[in-house]
Structure formats: structure tokens, C-alpha cells
């Protein structure tokens, strides 16, 4: 055993008091700290104390937000404090792909030892733990097994969002984050039924949809390849590309007047693609004085690094086009980077409203607030939630209801109260590690709880049909509006939020 340990020394400069290490031999550290700008600084916490600058427009080394109590993390660090050293001596794998999960969990072991939100690690002994599962790894022969000892720690934590994904994986998380990719705008997916890869649909605009590739076609070989057998991710994997290149494509088109069917070859240039978030479309709505008046509807699906723009751009083109009242729609929002949804908050708010209250691991409330914000409208709103509102999507809903801006209808929000950090590791996998847990405005604990809305609506309440006319870019669906209850009841909250502002 000697002979291997000598091998791979892991060593880590530890405060005396924090017990937290700073890593200086496996890895840069530009893994373990976002890299700030100051060009834009519009939030701020307090921490241990002092005020602290949180930019809007800061993000890790690999473009994902981070939280208020990472930020104190590193803040409370100085060197004069790093003294101690820690070695830590384990057994290296002769094979290289299980070796090299072996520094992946070394990764990770000291991501989660410096950040995660319980100090205890569920009441465990976490350096131990790391030696423990080098040895479980060291007899197996495939990178696979390896992973699946880490998740095994991992799981020991007995928190499910702190986690490890496979570089694969991950690609397709940057993707739904950074709201674009480079390749040919398909969505694509395996029919059940046949096996075979079917288009799901084409992003307007897109090479796909330029070269007439349509809902329902087969997609059949990629660059000469057959695709029998190939899952959707794999496949989707093959036509992205860097912005420039080209891929050809096979696809089988049935008409659609049934009558026949054409197989043919199309050579597709790689663009970047945008993805938006963002759906909108205008209401008109007769009010109970008579009028008819205008509703902006705005469906926000994720929190991607596009959401706050593409938010911006719905909500000013809706001016224009004479909106004076809003809903926004947050049902089925998972969340997502919860900067951006901070950023969605304060084109609503005005002032230096608390938008967020973090709880790092020591136990410490760090208010996030506005600097100086100014709304892009003061219109009246509606916030639709249910409980697939998760996450950045509370945060939000929370951040509007108890400053007062916005009054919540729906259904009780799903209940995620803690926040992660994303770090890309040396194999391009990721770790998830949650490092905060996050109260409302007005101190209210959403974890495990939700939110449960001002008004509630179901989906057996009575609809009756209403006229929509769409706007001119990113559409929403007009059948589904014509067929929400909920969006009937948000319109009657609009109209009595309205006639209050009257009598006052």
C-alpha cells in the first residue's frame, strides 16, 4: 500500500479556525472562485457584518451565477490566516480512466468541504469519507463504476440537489443555461413506439428551418452515418458544432396529405442559436367600467443567462404596443441560475428593496438588495405560480409579492429553498453543491413549504373562450390562453387591483 499512496498526495492549506481548505497542487484554482467584474453593480449583501458588492454582472469562471454566501466564503478568507496543511495520501488506480475519476473526486470532495451549506456534512466525518471511497474505487476497472462510488458519497450528504453529472450531461445544462448553442436549431427525439429519431420541431429562423425540415420528419443518417439505435442526446451531440461548419442530413418527409413520401439529403451550415425563454402575447380585455383594454402576457420558462435581456425586450415591446396591465407566468418554471432571476426582479421593482435573504453555512442572514433600481414599468402585475414553480422561480415570485408589487395567483409554489453553485470540473462533468439556504423578503421559509398564492385557481374553475391576438415575436400559444382558467382569474385580480388604484 505504501508504494501506491506515494503516488498521489493531495495537500491543502487549511485556516485554523474555518477548517476549510484552498487548493494548491491538483487543481487552478479558477475552479473554486467566481472571476467578478465591477462593470455593473447592482446588488448587495452584508456580510459578517461589512456591506459587500454583489455585480449583476459577475458570474464563475464558467458563466454560472453564484450566491451571496459563496461570495462571503471567499471574502472571509485572508491569507495571514492560512497556516495549517493537510496531506491526504491515497491508493492510485492502474487504470487510467478509473484514476482519473479519482481526481475528479478529489474535486469534489474539496468543493463540497469548503462550500456546502452544512458544515457537519450530515453529521459525518467528511475527510474520512473521502479516504473510505478512494478505497472502495481503487479495485474497479471502469471510469463508470468510479462515478457511481462518487455519487454514492455524494448521497451521504442526504442532500438530493447537491450532485455530480456526467460531462455529457452538462454540455446539455450550459445549454438550457447560456439560452444558445451552435448547430442547426432542431429539437429532436426518439418515437417510442418505432425507435426511430423524430423532429420534435425547427427554431424559426434556423438553418433546419430555412431548409424546409419539418415537425414529424425521420431523421436518418447524419454525415453519412444511419442513426438505427442512436438516442436522441447522442444524436443531437453529432449536429452541433462550432458556428461556421456544415452537417449532412437525411430525413424522410411524409406529406401531408398522406399521399407519399420523399427521402432527401440536405447540407445544413452551423449557426448559433438563440434560445429564449420567453413567450408573449397581448389580451383584450374588456374591464368592468366597459373599456377595453390591453393585458401584456409574458410566460417566462427558465432562468437562463438570456432571460433578464430577453425579458426586458417582451416587456418593451409590449409598451409600445399600448399594454398598461401584466401577467407573468411562472407555472411550471423549474428555476435556474438565480442571478437571473434577482436581474427579472428589479425591472419591477424600484429603490433598494430586499430582494432575497440568503443563510450561509455558518447560520448568517445576508439580505440581497437593489441599489437604486429603477422599474421598466409600474404597471399593474399578476404572478401566475403552481407546483412546478421551483427554486429561482420562488425567489422571484417571492421578491414581488412581499415588496408589494405584484399579487400571486395559482397554486402553492413546489418549495426548493436552497441555492447551488455549478462548478465544471477537469473531466467536463459538473458539480451541484448547495451553499445557502434562502428566506422571502418578509422572512418567510419557503423550503419544503412553498408559496401559497394570494388567490388560488384550479384547473376545474369554469373558462369561457376569449379572443387573443398574438404579438409579433416569440408567440404565445393562443389556444392555450383561450383555454386557461387561471389566466381568467389573474385578469379579475388585474381588475380589482385597478379599480382600488381608482378609489385611492
Not at 456 to 465: G, K, R
Request: charged fraction near 20%; aromatic fraction near 6%; charge should be negative.
Amino acid at each position: 500500500m505504501k508504494n501506491l499512496c506515494q503516488k498521489f498526495d493531495v495537500r491543502a492549506t487549511l485556516p485554523p479556525k474555518l477548517g476549510k481548505p484552498t487548493w494548491k497542487v491538483l487543481f487552478p484554482p479558477r475552479l473554486w472562485f467566481p472571476a467578478w467584474t465591477c462593470e455593473e453593480k447592482k446588488f448587495k449583501a452584508k456580510c459578517g457584518g461589512s456591506e459587500r458588492w454583489i455585480e449583476s454582472a459577475g458570474k464563475s469562471a464558467f458563466g454560472f451565477g453564484v450566491s451571496a454566501a459563496l461570495l462571503c466564503s471567499v471574502f472571509s478568507h485572508s491569507p495571514a490566516a492560512l497556516a495549517e496543511s493537510l496531506t491526504v495520501a491515497f491508493p492510485v488506480s492502474r487504470a487510467p480512466e478509473v484514476n482519473a475519476v479519482q481526481r475528479t473526486l478529489v474535486e469534489a470532495w474539496g468543493l463540497i468541504r469548503e462550500t456546502f451549506v452544512d458544515p457537519t456534512f450530515n453529521h459525518q466525518d467528511w475527510d474520512l469519507k473521502l479516504q473510505q471511497t478512494m478505497v472502495e474505487m481503487f479495485p474497479l476497472n471502469s471510469a463508470d463504476a468510479a462515478y457511481t462510488k462518487i455519487r454514492g458519497m455524494l448521497s451521504t450528504l442526504g442532500d438530493p440537489f447537491t450532485r455530480i453529472i456526467s460531462p455529457k450531461e452538462y454540455q446539455g445544462f450550459r445549454i438550457g443555461s447560456e439560452g444558445n448553442l451552435q448547430g442547426v436549431g432542431l429539437f429532436i427525439n426518439v418515437e417510442p413506439r418505432t425507435g426511430h429519431l423524430i423532429v420534435l420541431s425547427c427554431i424559426d429562423g434556423s438553418p433546419a428551418a430555412r431548409a424546409g425540415i419539418h415537425q414529424g420528419d425521420e431523421l436518418i443518417e447524419i454525415n453519412g452515418e444511419r442513426l438505427d439505435g442512436i438516442d436522441s442526446e447522442t444524436a443531437a451531440q453529432r449536429l452541433r458544432g462550432n458556428a461556421g461548419t456544415t452537417v449532412t442530413v437525411k430525413v424522410h418527409h411524409v406529406k401531408d396529405s398522406g399521399t407519399g413520401s420523399c427521402i432527401r439529403e440536405v447540407k445544413l451550415p452551423r449557426e448559433l442559436i438563440k434560445l429564449s425563454p420567453i413567450s408573449s402575447a397581448i389580451i383584450p380585455h374588456r374591464s368592468p367600467d366597459g373599456n377595453l383594454t390591453k393585458t401584456g402576457y409574458v410566460k417566462l420558462s427558465a432562468f437562463s443567462q438570456t432571460a433578464a435581456e430577453d425579458m426586458r425586450n417582451a416587456i418593451q415591446e409590449l409598451e409600445n404596443q399600448g399594454v398598461h396591465s401584466y401577467i407573468l407566468d411562472l407555472r411550471n418554471n423549474p428555476g435556474g441560475l438565480v442571478k437571473a432571476g434577482l436581474d427579472v426582479a428589479q425591472m419591477w421593482l424600484d429603490g433598494d428593496e430586499t430582494l432575497v435573504n440568503t443563510i450561509d453555512r455558518d447560520g448568517n442572514m445576508l439580505p440581497i438588495n437593489m441599489v437604486n433600481g429603477h422599474a421598466i414599468t409600474h404597471d399593474p402585475l399578476v404572478v401566475i405560480v403552481n407546483e412546478g414553480s421551483a427554486s429561482a422561480s420562488e425567489i422571484l415570485a417571492g421578491a414581488l409579492h412581499d415588496n408589494g408589487r405584484a399579487i400571486l395567483v395559482g397554486r402553492k409554489t413546489f418549495g426548493k429553498g436552497k441555492i447551488q453553485s455549478v462548478t465544471e470540473l477537469h473531466d467536463g462533468s459538473a458539480l451541484f453543491v448547495t451553499v445557502a439556504k434562502y428566506l422571502s423578503p418578509a422572512l418567510h421559509d419557503i423550503d419544503q413549504v412553498g408559496i401559497t398564492p394570494d388567490v388560488q385557481c384550479t384547473t376545474e374553475m369554469l373558462n369561457s373562450a376569449k379572443e387573443i391576438s398574438s404579438s409579433t415575436k416569440d408567440k404565445a400559444s393562443v389556444s392555450s390562453l383561450e383555454a386557461d382558467s387561471c389566466i381568467m382569474v389573474a385578469e379579475h385580480a388585474l381588475d380589482m387591483e385597478e379599480s382600488k388604484g381608482t378609489a385611492s
